[in-house]
């Protein structure tokens, strides 16, 4: 089966479906799709399931009762019956389920998944004992696809002792789009212009689609007035998404705290006792929050490069960020029409330091990790993050914004590249001078394997001469602009 053209990207994720889907097996099979609400998965499958001839169901917040005749009316249109089959339990419609496949094998899609089993808890065994061996000799080769957003629901449907851990064939991540990608999908040809919508709308699809009705920044002079017309706009359904996103996770029961560590997060507070000193409680108190907002996707742990038991929180989308760290402290301002264009300059450098200066941090890393060629880091990295050095000296830390680590012939691990990222900085030999000393303290150390160490420099702005100069002539360090992270 061919991609529909419509379908943006996806390539691996269709080719897993199809692959799924023209499995050789004659026995009814599960699959489990899975990833935050607006990438794109009902689009996919829906294209599947047209491209495939398969059946797809997509259920309601409802009662037991009411999703089984929806379930009913859906089949009965599915299969051309005169009269749609009344279901009386999950039971018969799993039953009829693991019959719609009598020609071959077909993708079956029941997306929102965890909306039927909220109001059906029995649900998952049900499918369980559909799947059972003695069942399959009544199946037909049902390629069974369970699809949903609500993340720790779905990543629970296959762990520990869940009655479906062990019958999935396939279980598929929709992550959201990278900063290239995005790009891409927003059409946007300039590296700063799309880094600092990026920032903003991160890879979620729908953003570009449904809640900025395909608005995009028509030119770098023009993004001041894409953020007041599409994001600032209270006219616009982007303007409260961000408010929205913990309401639709349903293991968020108090929103009032979650909303607030993400504040603290977004505001730069990011390891656990910052985070619990901005919110006036004990580290002990914020271990439950941390964790659901981990198993939801809002919340990224990630490990100090240099220090393992030291971890910082990071909030996983940008449009969240840019609520907590740009818009919430001025809500009232930006809830009155108009108003948006007078409040954006206020804002502007709060978006600059809290917002745009950690994201381009994030997105280096990320270059550093999956874009940058070996002949750059002297190797191929398997491990990047960011991390503190100590300096006893200055009785003080240093920040590496990003440091990559590699494996040598003996597979010991060593440390092929820091590099320090600065967005609204023009980079120069001062910054140079601080990464050279920082990689002196690592040496010093002995910790680590760091004698090939390389430096590389970002920066959103751009270098100075005698920098370029510098490393014109040294094929130790290494200078990477907004461009760069493009190519």
């Keep these: 089966m061919d991609k529909p053209a419509d379908v943006f990207d996806r390539d691996e994720e269709w080719e897993e479906l199809v692959r799924y889907v023209a499995a050789p097996t004659k026995a009814a099979t599960l699959g489990v799709v899975s990833g935050r609400r607006r990438q794109g998965k009902t689009y996919l ?21 009411d999703a089984l005749r929806q379930y009913s009316d859906a089949i009965g249109r599915h299969q051309n019956l005169p009269t749609s089959p009344r279901f009386d339990n ?21 997306d929102e998944f965890p909306f039927l089993a909220r109001s059906s ?31 720790s629901f779905m990543g629970g449907l296959l762990s520990g002792t869940a009655p479906l851990r062990g019958r999935a064939g396939l279980e598929l991540v929709v992550p959201t789009l990278d900063y290239r990608q995005a790009a891409r999908f927003w059409q946007i040809d ?38 007041i017309r599409a994001v600032l706009n209270p006219a616009r359904p ?22 607030s560590v993400l504040a603290a997060i977004a505001e730069g507070h990011t390891q656990r006792g910052a985070i619990a000193g901005y919110l006036g409680r004990q580290a002990s108190d914020l271990g439950h929050a941390l964790r659901v907002l981990e198993d939801v996707g809002m919340v990224a742990r990630e490990e100090d490069a240099f220090r393992s038991n030291r971890s910082a929180y990071r909030v996983a989308e940008p449009l969240v960020t840019f609520y907590h760290a740009v818009m919430r402290p001025v809500w009232g301002d930006l809830e009155r029409p108009g108003r948006a264009r007078r409040v954006w300059p206020r804002i502007q450098q709060s978006f600059t330091s809290k917002v745009m200066g950690p994201h381009f941090e994030s997105v280096c890393r990320s270059w550093t990790r999956w874009e940058a060629s070996p002949d750059v880091l002297g190797g191929v990295p398997n491990r990047v993050a960011a991390g503190t050095v100590a300096d006893p000296a200055r009785r003080s830390s240093r920040e590496v914004d990003v440091a990559a680590f590699g494996r040598d012939g003996d597979g010991r691990e060593v440390l092929l590249a820091i590099g320090e990222a600065k967005w609204g900085d023009i980079v120069g030999l001062g910054h140079l001078q601080r990464l050279s000393e920082t990689r002196d303290l690592i040496r010093a150390r002995g910790a680590i394997q760091a004698d090939q160490c ?20 040294d094929p130790q360090i290494y200078l990477v602009d907004a461009a760069d992270l493009y190519r």
């Excluded at 829906?46 to 409802?62: N, P, V």
């Excluded at 389920?97 to 993708?107: E, I």
């Excluded at 649900?123 to 949903?148: E, F, H, K, M």
């Excluded at 390389?454 to 002539?473: E, K, M």
């Design 190 to 227: 300039d590296p700063q212009t799309a880094l600092r919508v990026n920032a903003i709308v991160g890879g979620t699809p729908a953003y570009r689609h449904e809640f900025v009705q395909e608005d995009t920044p028509g030119s770098p002079d023009d993004f001041d007035s894409w953020v």
């Design 238 to 259: 982007l303007f409260r998404e961000a408010r929205y996103i913990l309401a639709e996770e349903p293991d968020l029961r108090d929103p009032a705290l979650y909303h």
């Design 45 to 65: 499958l829906d294209a599947l399931t047209r491209a495939a001839g398969g059946f797809m169901f997509t259920a309601t917040e409802s009662s037991e009762s």
């Design 454 to 473: 390389r430096l590389i420099l970002f920066s959103g702005s751009g270098f100075t001469d005698d920098l370029r100069r510098q490393a014109q002539s």
């Design 90 to 110: 999950w039971d018969e419609a799993i039953t009829w389920t693991m019959s719609l496949a009598a020609t071959g094998p077909v993708p079956v899609v029941i």
């Design 121 to 151: 808890p029995q649900l998952p065994s049900i499918i369980q004992r559909a799947l059972d061996p003695a069942a399959q000799r009544q199946n037909t080769p049902v390629r069974l696809l369970l699809c949903g957003s609500a993340l």
